[in-house]
């Protein structure tokens, strides 16, 4: 989270292009096997107006958009077609709720007057239901307090209506950069855990006392086994972990440590 004082944006030149006014709500998107399941369940009319999707490629980063005046969804979803984003609208905070979250990167665009609740309110929710979607929000009505409310619990921006199609547009890019990064660090966690599946009770014992720059005499001393032996399980770990050093090995075991799924502190 962020301390930083929050940039709250108050356009009205000539050249702006201004969202429509406020109507206010957003939520989330679902992907479509889960909107196919919604249909059968609502037998097909919840599901037209749960979300309006613009989508054409799986790899491509998606933005969500979340709020209940169709005007506001339309305009923004033609903005992003003109730089080539995917997007998904959603016209209540409830199918948001039902939905799932896109594996590749993302960021919500949300209103903060929102009917039954606000923006912050949502976005706390988001925040304890572990849903790290990088958040901009968008309103009507300038605030500071409540702008540096959002800033606080991790928005990346807060634009006041009506604002330039450019900010936003940069408020989005920096939110699917850090969803990137995210979902980067993610795939890499995957993989070591992978990796750290396929070593055995001893191999990951030896790597252990290695990442904690034990000597393989040494090790073997504290485990009763042959130096030779040591050195077999170490090029083991080596091998299945694809560390081509022991200071790779080491931060290796520390994004594990991170994880909980290697025990022990932190080797220096």
């Known amino acids: 989270m962020s301390d930083r004082e929050p940039v709250v944006h108050q356009i009205s030149a000539p050249n702006a292009h201004a969202i429509a006014p406020p109507p206010r709500r957003f939520r989330m998107r679902e992907q479509a096997v889960r909107m196919a399941h919604l249909a059968q369940v609502t037998g097909g009319s919840e599901a037209k107006d749960a979300v309006v999707s613009v989508t054409h490629d799986e790899e491509k980063p998606t933005v969500l958009i979340v709020d209940d005046d169709p005007d506001v969804r339309e305009s923004l979803q033609c903005l992003l077609r003109t730089v080539s984003l995917d997007s998904r609208a959603f016209a209540s905070p409830s199918k948001f709720i039902q ?10 665009v949300l209103d903060v007057r929102l009917p039954g609740r606000s923006g912050l309110d949502f976005q706390r929710e988001l925040t304890a239901a572990n849903v790290n979607v990088p958040i901009i929000f968008i309103t009507g009505h300038a605030d500071v307090p409540m702008a540096v409310q959002a800033m606080k619990a991790g928005a990346i921006e807060f634009l006041i209506k009506p604002f330039r199609d450019q900010d936003l547009l940069d408020a989005i890019q920096l939110g699917l950069a850090r969803d990137r990064s995210r979902c980067e660090r993610e795939s890499e966690l995957t993989r070591l855990r992978e990796r750290f599946g396929m070593l055995t009770s001893r191999e990951r014992e030896v790597m252990a006392h290695v ?3 034990r000597l393989n005499k ?25 560390a081509s050093s022991v200071p790779q090995l080491t ?16 080797a220096t």
């Open 251 to 266: 931060r290796m075991a520390d994004r594990l440590r991170d994880a909980d799924l290697f025990g022990g502190s932190k």
């Open 218 to 242: 040494q090790i073997a001393n504290d485990i009763g086994i042959s130096e030779m032996t040591v050195k077999i399980h170490r090029g083991q770990v080596t091998r299945k972990m694809k």
């Open 99 to 108: 939905s799932e979250l896109p594996s590749r990167p993302t960021c919500l």
């Open 211 to 213: 990442v904690n720059g």
